[in-house]
């Protein structure tokens, strides 16, 4: 079957001069509909986003780089962008990501200094653009995918109305919580393959933040320190959560009082993000036929009942 998207990428690249000799091939794509290739040219090598204007629009993207590279976050600079038709043009930082580093070198303290100096950076940075806010309703929509996803195709259970009313009630003290956390900008994926390690080195690079939200400032370190693809040793999740929350500031420090309720607000945000995540990787599995995604399951659901242990709580459908 002919790949009429890739056929008009190579005609798109060959019209602009940092490209008009180049050799492209697939890189891995992402949980959505855009794909990535690297493009090659005898000078450097770029990324280029394929992005179809039907399923997906690239101006968030756009908007969102801008404003985190005007912030000073090192995101890809775009080198070229053409929104109609889908196609941006981008800076390449390598096929190194956190993950693929840390598999091959345990020693990431400088990754973590980086990752959250970079974090505090984007929590304080001046908002020039109007983000959606991270709110309960949005949150009720996340966990329900657990619901509507993970319990029919994984675990074969279709929950009925009672049960549904029942899962979302007991867990609504828990969103009323994290809604409550202090709001700043958050990236909203920010985690071991969305931060890349540079051939050049530091600093990392930053990817996959188009769907940026204001919303609570655990949510970011959260998905760092409790990553659905990693499985840290909680006393150095600690140790990193208390490095993260001595350099808050103190505007942000006297909202928790000390580091014990910042964990366990930390730890509210990783739960809510683990239920959402559950219901993703089976989505993406079952509907969009991205199958690889139940090998990451496991430790996803491994991340629940720890963090439902840790913080006391008894949720129907999730204790199992």
Sequence with gaps: MADTRLTLAKIWLAQHPQTQTFTIKPLAGDASFRRYFRVSTPERSYVLMDAPPEKEDVSPFIQVCDWLSQSGIHVPKIVVQ??????????????????????????????????????HQLQHAKLTLGLPTFDMQRMTNEIELYLDWYLPHIKNHTPNEDERKQFIQSLTPLLESVANIPKAPVHLDYHSRNLMVPDNGLPLG?????????????????????????????????KWSKHFFAGL???????????????QALRQTSLQRHIKVLGIFARLAHRDGKTQFIDEIPLTHKHCLQELDALGLQVPLLNA
């Design 206 to 238: 930053v990817i996959d933040f188009q769907d940026a939200v204001i919303g609570p400032i655990t949510y970011d370190l959260a998905s760092l320190l409790y990553d659905c693809y990693q499985d840290y040793p909680e006393d150095e999740r600690q």
């Design 82 to 119: 053409d929104k109609a038709a889908g196609f941006l043009l981008l800076q390449d930082f390598g096929d190194t990501t956190w993950s693929v580093y840390f598999s091959k070198n345990k020693e990431i303290d400088d990754l973590f200094n980086d990752a959250l100096r970079q974090l």
């Design 249 to 263: 500031g103190e505007g942000f420090q006297s909202c928790f009082g000390d580091f014990e309720t910042w964990h």
